[in-house]
């Protein structure tokens, strides 16, 4: 139903409305939306820094980034690996600039199961937003939900203070994982869990209340705040403002320049769809996962496991891209 002209000025939109209820988080590396939406906080990943350092306004991070690893010297290869660290901290630094809370950075993909390997290139990216003037009270470290990314995620927060985002998470396993690692922040992928069941299934759409995207993260949500964890649900990935919709009330979305515009030019009355208190009051069992209960769980679950190691070799392949662009940069 449309909004006559005059309600529509008395009326916020539709983002507007969502910022009551939930944090809105903008899923970009691009600083023009950021300054555009205004979010409290922003993501980040090796597919959006890969699109954002291939637009000329962004070549003079590409440039410093290559300078820094140049001065490190080393090998080609670690030259590049150095000058990748940096770009990644010189966007999250330039973005910091923009927002008045958290930015997320991301670990190398190819390290997700390398819990050792993670844990020293997370120290590393905050060693260089430390060199930056940047603490690390404002940095979300992203790791993939793995079993072992949990663990490492699970010693950064405990051990070195260090703030950490779970990403890629399919499982209602992968999440109860993360809560007992205690982590700050999870990133169930709704989008992602929504293609799944399309490409898999007889049923094509569904109903905003009815995507099994949003279902994962209303039980996750349910779980967490019946039984008390401080963890933070941040849903992501989404198809459509539908998804974003059913969700309000959540305490974290991170969404794409696209679909915030789409938000902010939509004038209907928003409703939270999802409270603690709604939550205190679900039939739910609390349940403990060791690492051999996480991993038949999460196995039972024939989309997160697929869904899981494709979004590894995705932010894979396009963190391999990103060093291929660098490294025409560094050797010449």
Known sequence: ??????????????????????????????????????????????????????????????DDAVAYGKKLGGSEEEQIKNACDKLFVLFGAEILKRIPGRVSTEVDARLSFDKEGMIQRARRLIDLYKEAGIGKDRILIKLSSTWEGIQAGKVLEAEYGIHCNMTLLFSFAQAVACAEAGVTLISPFVGRILDWYVANGDKKTYEPSEDPGVKSVTKIYNYYKKFGYKTIVMGASFRNTGEIKALTGCDYLTISPK??????????????????????????????????????????????????????????????????????????
């Not at 969502?18 to 922003?42: M, Q, R, S």
């Not at 980040?44 to 590409?62: D, G, H, R």
């Not at 996480?294 to 396009?318: C, P, T, Y």
């Open 259 to 332: 679909l915030l515009a789409e938000l902010s030019k939509e004038y209907v009355k928003l409703t939270p769809t999802l409270s603690v208190k709604e939550a205190q009051a679900c039939e739910l069992e609390k349940i403990h996962l060791d690492e051999k209960a996480f991993r038949w769980h999460h196995n039972e679950d024939q989309m997160a496991v697929e869904k899981l190691s494709d979004g590894i070799r995705r932010f894979a392949a396009d963190a391999i891209k990103l060093e291929r662009m660098l490294k025409v940069d560094v050797i010449s």
């Open 1 to 62: 139903m449309s909004v006559s002209p005059v309600k529509r000025q008395k009326m916020e939109s539709v983002l507007d409305q969502l910022k009551h209820h939930t944090t809105v988080v903008a899923d970009t590396g691009d600083f023009n939306a950021i300054d555009e939406y205004k979010p409290l906080d922003a993501t980040t990943n090796p597919s959006l820094i890969l699109a954002a350092a291939q637009m000329p306004a962004y070549q003079e991070l590409v």
